[in-house]
């Protein structure tokens, strides 16, 4: 900057200070001018907060606008579309959940559609407005204020005596009376452009009704196709199922001691006879884990016995041994338990603190249930009943989402 350049800034400073401190009289504008300059101060404000509730509004949740970029119908549309394919066709619950997922993605796609008609007609002129219009006003009352500030300092300056010309204060103010000029014309095309403004929240309103005629119509023949399952499900005659048995099945029973066999409810079973002698017995066996539950009758016929009936015993004379007996017990399989499924999760490594609605904030070592894998940085998980985003790299998957 030249010298000549940094005097006038400290001339400006000068001025400006000497107005708000030193009780200086400054030239005043009209209340004409003052009101444009506070409408336009208003536009200002509202241009930029408007375009960021837009936003909002189109994508309530800031996670999912900045990492998912998907509507919840959608999400919730893919979910039921899933399960109900996994149910089958044969299934009237699962024909049901893929009738509303092809309607939830259907207005996800009307969502979709709402949000590329608002983007281009509402908040890319609603931009442009504070980018240029707007921007090249602000631009002209900077001017002008500084203009001013320049005019009254040489003024004042001129008034005490400083070597000040006429020339010097006649220059300064034709400058002012340039950007005066500038500013009030450009404020007044931005006050005054009312027509296309107002378009373009009729073009928002139209967008808005269309979104919700549209939603209306697909609601309407989800609920009647709906209601016609439902009532086709309550009509369907009752079918009486009988499970089937280890004979249905063709599965062979169990041969127990004495040639016991499990078959459907009634059991019989043929016992092989123990020849008795008059010598001394050997102490009996007893085989809790095969016959805890059974009692075997003299008839030779087998049934169950409720658990307070003691086990049969079975006696061996000396130097006579059973085909199935065993001088121990036999080690008895218990019956195979169903594993459990374990849900996908995730240890965290480190404490998260969210920083904005929809994540999800934990402490360090907390388990947390694995959702969905949103991109390569984002998890959807629940922990404690809550359900959120968190970031990738803060947890050690244990279980990995199928």
């Known amino acids: 900057m030249a010298f000549a350049g940094l005097k006038k ?8 200070v000497t107005e708000k401190m030193g009780g200086a009289e400054g030239t005043k504008l009209d209340l004409d001018f003052m009101d444009m300059e506070r409408k336009t101060d208003v536009t200002y404000e509202l241009v930029e907060e408007l375009q960021t509730k837009t ?20 999400v919730l549309g893919d979910c039921m579309l899933l399960y109900g394919k996994k149910l089958g066709d044969d299934s009237m619950f699962g024909t049901a959940l893929v009738e509303m997922g092809e309607s939830l993605k259907q207005m996800a796609d009307v969502k979709y559609s709402l949000d590329d008609n608002i983007k281009q ?39 005490k005596g400083s070597h000040i010309t006429d020339e010097e204060i006649k220059a300064a103010e034709d400058k002012f009376a340039e950007s005066l000029q500038l500013a009030q014309m450009g404020m007044f095309n931005l006050l005054e ?54 004979a249905d099945l063709n599965i062979e029973g169990i041969d127990g001691v004495n040639g016991t066999n499990f078959n459907n409810s009634v059991i019989s079973t ?24 059974w009692t075997i009758n003299s008839a030779g016929s087998s049934q169950l016995s409720s658990p307070q009936h003691k086990p049969y015993q079975l006696e061996l004379h000396p130097g006579q041994q059973s085909g199935n007996a065993s001088p121990l017990a036999s080690p008895m399989k218990s019956p195979a338990k169903t594993p459990m499924t374990k849900a996908p999760c995730c240890t965290a490594l480190y404490d998260f603190e969210p920083e904005n609605p929809g994540e999800l904030g934990f402490k360090e070592n907390d388990v947390i249930t694995l959702i969905n894998k949103i991109d390569e940085n984002w998890f959807e998980g629940s922990l404690n009943g809550r359900t959120g985003y968190f970031p990738v790299t803060y947890v050690r998957v244990d279980i990995p989402l199928p």
């Open 9 to 16: 800034q400290i001339n400006k400073c000068n001025q400006y």
């Open 55 to 74: 936003k909002e509004f189109l994508q309530p949740n800031p996670t999912a606008r900045a990492k998912m970029a998907a509507v919840k119908e959608g």
């Open 121 to 159: 007609n509402f908040l890319e002129p609603l931009h442009y407005l504070q980018t240029k219009d707007l921007k090249e006003v602000m631009h002209h009352r900077k001017k002008l204020q500084g203009r001013r500030l320049d005019f009254d300092c040489k003024r004042r300056r001129q008034a």
């Open 193 to 246: 452009n009312d027509v296309e403004q107002i378009s373009q929240l009729a073009t928002f309103a139209d967008g808005l009704l269309e979104y919700h005629s549209q939603c209306t119509e697909i609601l309407k023949t989800l609920t009647e196709t709906l209601h016609e399952k439902r009532d086709e499900a309550a009509s369907r005659p009752k079918v009486e199922f009988v499970p089937k048995t280890l």
């Open 270 to 293: 043929r016992a092989t006879p123990i020849s008795r002698s008059t010598s001394k017995t050997q102490p009996t066996h007893n085989k809790p884990d095969l016959f805890d539950s």
